[in-house]
């Protein structure tokens, strides 16, 4: 999926650990102004608390709208395809099964959705397992997390963090600690806390950085040597970066809202082709970043570009006018590819890719379900008339096998929990409860 290092986005990961703490020098770097953004009188949920439900809007009932949702969580964590593993009495972990293990991106995806959907037990399991086995207790890296062990043998495969498990990390613990308090068994805020603190102590001693690139204000690929300078749009996540602003209360919350405008200006530069397409690397001008893995193109990691985006236009909705052509583009562009049948890689052009990063040991284009859920929630932001057209399409898909027998209910169905949660108005800004 992502790596720090992995060959493959969906392949099988490779033992990188070294390459993952490789000591490259920082390149100079130019810092981005961020648009200022004005705290006004806003249709945003966050300022709301009234979050759409655009399942009920495409003529979906309430009660089999809560089944959808509830069934599609039960298939991803419960069910015989389930990616999620209870260990004994207080331990869980979530895994790629197709490529045998577990990651930062998997485990803090299946916190903020147990955090969603109030399933504490489940969050509680999920963070310890994360802890024990995945975060540095000491060292240059010290607070930040391993982003991929193999679940069976505790080996880790890589030593170094990508920076979008950390990002969802500390959301998910800031949303658990405002829903359950911090007096249940676990110190929620203050495990956030130790995240963010850690980063703001990299100072590149030892090669290692805080999350965000400080001159830039725009998040690393990897915090670690040179990995540090470039970037994954599809871990721009602005509305993370407000809640941040909201409740880690570390004396960074302007910090974060900076980061937060940036990443706005950045997704302009990144998703501007005429199809809405971006790569999945690149500079943090937007510009697509060559890696030794694939040719820049618009693959895996960038299926969750609009999704986050559509995120940040309902929570805070402070660059809507953009977000709503943004959708527009990229609806259109796969409405023309065939809303049924688009594929799942392209160049940013809109063209087929000569090179077809695997999934897994198939190397296949295929109307994959992740892509066709992310490009649903797009409809949230989208002003036209037949933008229901992708929300029924996602209604309508399964999470099945296909018909040449791929299967992968880790990336495709957290994908597919996930729009479902946004477009019925459960995956929500959780504030602080009274406790």
């Known amino acids: ?51 759409p439900n655009l399942l009920r809007e495409a003529g979906y009932g309430q009660a089999d709208i809560d089944r959808k949702v509830a069934q599609a969580y039960h298939d991803v964590f419960e069910g015989p395809n389930k990616v999620y593993f209870a260990v004994g009495d207080s331990l869980a972990y979530v895994s790629d099964v197709k490529n045998e293990d577990a990651r930062t991106e998997g485990m803090s995806y299946g916190m903020m959705v147990a955090v969603q959907m109030d399933k504490k037990e489940v969050f509680d399991r999920l963070w310890r397992w994360s802890k024990k086995y995945l975060q540095h207790h000491s060292g240059p890296l010290e607070g930040y997390f391993a982003w991929s062990i ?11 963090p990508a920076s979008d498990g950390e990002l969802y990390f500390v959301t998910s613990l800031l949303f658990a600690s405002n829903r359950w308090g911090n007096n249940t068994g676990i110190n929620y805020y203050q495990e956030a806390r130790r995240i963010l603190d850690a980063s703001w102590k990299k100072d590149g001693t030892g090669g290692v950085y805080n999350l965000f690139n400080t001159q830039h204000k725009q998040i690393s690929f990897v915090p670690v040597g040179d990995m540090y300078n470039w970037t994954d749009p599809s871990y721009y996540v602005p509305a993370f970066l407000e809640v941040w602003a909201e409740y880690a209360k570390d004396g960074h919350e302007q910090f974060y809202r900076d980061c937060a ?88 052009d809109g063209s087929r890719p000569d090179f077809i990063l695997p999934a897994g040991k198939v190397k ?55 729009s479902l949660m946004h477009l019925s108005g459960k995956y929500q800004v959780i504030k602080p409860q009274t406790h």
């Open 364 to 418: 296949k284009l295929r109307h994959s379900l992740g892509l066709v859920a992310t490009s649903a929630a797009a409809s949230l932001m989208s002003p036209d008339a037949n933008r229901l057209d992708f929300v029924h399409a996602l209604w309508n898909a399964r999470l099945a096998p296909y018909d040449d027998g791929y299967f992968d209910p880790y990336y495709d169905g957290l994908l597919y929990l996930f």
């Open 150 to 160: 193999n679940p069976a043998t505790l080996k880790r495969n890589a030593e170094g």
């Open 1 to 51: 999926m992502k790596t720090c290092l992995a060959l493959v986005r969906r392949s099988k990961p490779v033992i990188l650990a070294a390459a993952c703490l490789l000591l490259a020098g920082v390149r100079p770097s130019y810092g981005q102004r961020p648009h200022n953004q004005k705290k006004a009188a806003s249709p945003a949920a966050f300022y709301t608390n009234k979050y």
């Open 261 to 348: 405008d940036t990443a706005r200006v950045f997704l302009h530069r990144a998703c501007a082709a005429p199809t809405g397409l971006n790569y999945d690397y690149t500079e943090f001008s937007g510009q697509p970043h060559a890696t030794r893995w694939a040719p820049p193109a618009f693959r895996y990691d960038s299926w969750r570009v609009p999704m986050n985006i559509a995120m940040d236009y309902v929570w805070f909705g402070k660059d809507r006018a953009w977000q709503q052509r943004y959708a527009q583009r990229f609806q259109g562009f796969l409405r023309g590819k065939g809303l049924n049948t688009f594929e799942d890689q392209f160049n940013v």
